[in-house]
């Protein structure tokens, strides 16, 4: 049986969001946490974009290092030759990539003002794909920007047009959230039994059916026999309603009716994670989890109605479908509420020790202790909030790259 892998775009399709932000200091701790959990593989950014060179060269280290256990870091850029030219002269240890191109009838009228033919997007889309796999991309996704509103027979000449040029996989993305899980399980499934290629759903929550839609469309992908990969986000961060809510699909994928035994997730994938990094992103993102969150929501397992809360005494399972403990919930949490030393922007060096000690992180002399300090300092000028534990942790351990994720050059005339 064929495979359901996950891609995350937190770090790509979340933080393009409007009026939501991220430092680049959280996006890495987005990466690790990903890592972690056994996902797939990240989008961590744009290598076109200047302000996030530093970030994306500073992450590619760290898995060179072998930081990052499994996870592949990949980029997403247009599918134009100059896109592809610039993201290997930014980033030239780059492997992995995504290249999107409109394909909807609507959108080369609306957004190309026809100056583009059906010719030119598929011509486009090759030459990026060649040129990214010439300078040394070891898989590529093609992505068709609105291909939920593209007519399927395009869709699958686009598609036969990638795997014939090297591609690895074709990104079918709803940008608009406008697919049913009915109509793109029929969309999906016509695609993949035409073209036999990998092929990853790309949702979006407009009609409140990113994860329903998603896990349809990688149905059809699996029973045609070819892998699906389904793209989430953290708490379903992303484009205005939002993307494709990352532990909600797994959640799917292994408890609902239609899944369970029946597919195949990527077995490194670990729920229990989940509450760690939908916890660690609320805060990054300054966004609070709603009460009736999927599985992280304050209510996910709360009951208090009399018929259902003398039901959930008696046996969990009547009002449960899954446990607190499987998504990493449960342990009690211990609030410092008396007398507590913290380091930051304005730290000086006995609270910094301090601090530092209590994480049973020593340093050898001052001179090192204080470089780590001004570290600390600019990592907190850069992320406005407290640091948490980790990010304290992931600073001590890795200052070279933390000054490199911290560091963004630019002169302005
Ligand atoms: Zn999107």
């Given at each position: 049986m064929k495979n359901i892998y996950l891609i995350d775009v937190t770090n790509r399709d979340g933080v393009q969001t409007s009026r939501i932000l991220l430092s680049k200091l959280a996006k890495t701790m987005l990466n690790l946490y990903l890592d972690e959990m056994g996902i797939?593989?990240?989008?961590?950014?744009?290598?076109?974009l200047r302000h996030e060179v530093n970030y994306i060269n500073a992450n590619l280290e760290l898995a060179k290092e072998g930081v990052f256990k499994n996870i592949r870091l990949e980029g997403w850029c247009r599918a134009i030759p100059e896109d592809i030219e610039l993201t290997f002269k930014n980033?030239?240890?780059?492997k992995h990539l995504n290249i999107s191109i409109s394909t909807s009838d609507i959108m080369l009228k609306g957004k190309f003002r026809s100056r583009k033919t059906w010719d030119d997007i598929v011509n486009s889309m090759v030459e990026a794909l060649r040129l990214a796999k010439s300078l040394g991309a070891e898989t590529v996704g093609v992505n068709a920007e609105d291909a939920s509103r593209t007519d399927i027979d395009r869709l699958i000449e686009f598609t036969f047009a990638a795997k014939e040029n090297g591609a690895d996989r074709f990104r079918y993305c709803d940008t608009l959230g406008a697919d049913d899980p009915i109509t793109i399980y029929q969309r999906i499934k016509k695609i993949a039994e035409a073209i036999k290629f990998p092929i990853e759903m790309h949702c979006h929550n407009d009609l409140g059916m990113a994860e329903a839609v998603s896990v349809a469309g990688a149905q059809g992908a699996i029973e045609s026999g070819v892998d699906a990969y389904i793209n989430t986000t953290i708490n379903g961060y992303?484009?205005?309603?939002?993307?494709?809510?990352l532990v909600s699909t797994i959640l799917a994928l292994k408890y609902s009716h239609g899944f369970g035994e029946k597919v195949h997730m990527?077995?490194?994938?670990?729920?229990?994670k989940s509450w760690k990094i939908a916890r660690y992103a609320s805060y990054a993102f300054g966004i609070p989890i709603p009460i009736?969150?999927?599985?992280?929501?304050?209510?996910?397992f709360a009951h208090e109605s009399g018929i259902h809360a003398d039901g959930a005494l008696k046996d969990r399972r009547n009002y449960e479908l899954y446990d607190p403990e499987d998504v990493g919930r449960g342990e009690p949490e211990l609030l410092q509420t008396g007398r507590i030393i913290t380091t930051g922007e304005?730290?000086?060096l006995r609270g910094f020790r301090h601090v530092y000690d209590d994480l049973g992180i020593h340093f050898h002399d001052d001179r090192e202790a204080r470089k780590i300090l001004e570290l600390v300092q600019y990592a907190n000028l850069h992320t406005q909030k407290p640091l948490t534990d980790d990010e304290l942790r992931f600073i001590a351990e890795y200052p070279k790259i933390v000054s490199k994720v911290l560091t963004v050059t630019r002169k302005f005339k």
């Open positions: 797939f593989q990240s989008e961590i950014g744009f290598p076109t980033c030239p240890d780059i992303g484009e205005r309603a939002g993307n494709c809510d990527e077995e490194r994938v670990d729920l229990k009736a969150q999927v599985g992280v929501g304050a209510n996910a304005y730290g000086g």
